[in-house]
T-cell receptor, first 115, second 113 residues
Framework: DGGITQSPKYLFRKEGQNVTLSCEQNLNHDAMYWYRQDPGQGLRLIYYSQIVNDFQKGDIAEGYSVSREKKESFPLTVTSAQKNPTAFYLC??????????????FGDGTRLSIL | GESVGLHLPTLSVQEGDNSIINCAYSNSASDYFIWYKQESGKGPQFIIDIRSNMDKRQGQRVTVLLNKTVKHLSLQIAATQPGDSAVYFCAENGEGTASKLTFGTGTRLQVTL
């Protein structure tokens, strides 16, 4: 089945440690996104990529980094510079077309906690 | 499962009744809107979308209404079922480029038996 796979489902980070969250899609979608979700808040955009080898900062990029070496993969690294990393992280993708917006489709998230 | 919103507005509806979830969007330049459903511990699931050249769109048991004059979006769910219990988010495309979306904070729908 086509879809978006995020792993791991749960992740624990020690102080001063970088961790990487995986996001893989087999939908042949062009654009991919990373969001952070905190209780009582809407999804906030961290980074997005519209094409391989290119990505842009979202609204809350500080303390995070990404890469887009392959169309199907968009890993997110939560660095030690991110002082409040505990959150639910969601990856999404969408097909870019010439006829306007298309809905974003989401994975089932990674819950990151601090040890 | 994880809580996606501890202090969200909550709508309680009896099974079989119709539900109406409202959303006020912020950007008058937005021309594309989406409703998502999120169950505990899962990612948002696409329900229905609407473009600004329409004011109503229907799906299976769901209808989205768009009022651009007052920047208001609503999701109507007919014959609400226990499986409809979830958090519902609206999203707008805001800047209108790069398929970026701005999400509302969500409404929790509780279906009572």
């Amino acid at each position: 089945d086509g879809g978006i796979t995020q792993s791991p489902k749960y992740l624990f980070r020690k102080e001063g440690q970088n961790v990487t969250l995986s996001c893989e899609q087999n939908l042949n979608h062009d654009a991919m996104y990373w969001y952070r979700q905190d209780p009582g808040q809407g999804l906030r955009l961290i980074y997005y990529s519209q094409i391989v080898n290119d990505f842009q900062k979202g609204d809350i990029a500080e303390g995070y980094s990404v890469s887009r070496e392959k169309k199907e993969s968009f890993p997110l690294t939560v660095t030690s510079a991110q002082k409040n990393p505990t959150a639910f992280y969601l990856c999404a993708s969408t097909l870019r077309t010439g006829v306007g917006n298309q809905p974003q489709h989401f994975g089932d998230g990674t819950r990151l906690s601090i040890l | 499962g994880e809580s996606v919103g501890l202090h969200l507005p909550t709508l309680s509806v009896q099974e079989g009744d119709n539900s109406i979830i409202n959303c006020a969007y912020s950007n008058s330049a937005s021309d594309y809107f989406i409703w998502y459903k999120q169950e505990s511990g899962k990612g948002p699931q696409f329900i229905i979308d609407i473009r600004s050249n329409m004011d109503k769109r229907q799906g299976q048991r769901v209808t989205v209404l768009l009022n651009k004059t007052v920047k208001h979006l609503s999701l109507q769910i007919a014959a609400t079922q226990p499986g409809d219990s979830a958090v519902y988010f609206c999203a707008e495309n805001g800047e209108g480029t790069a398929s970026k979306l701005t999400f509302g904070t969500g409404t929790r729908l509780q279906v009572t038996l």
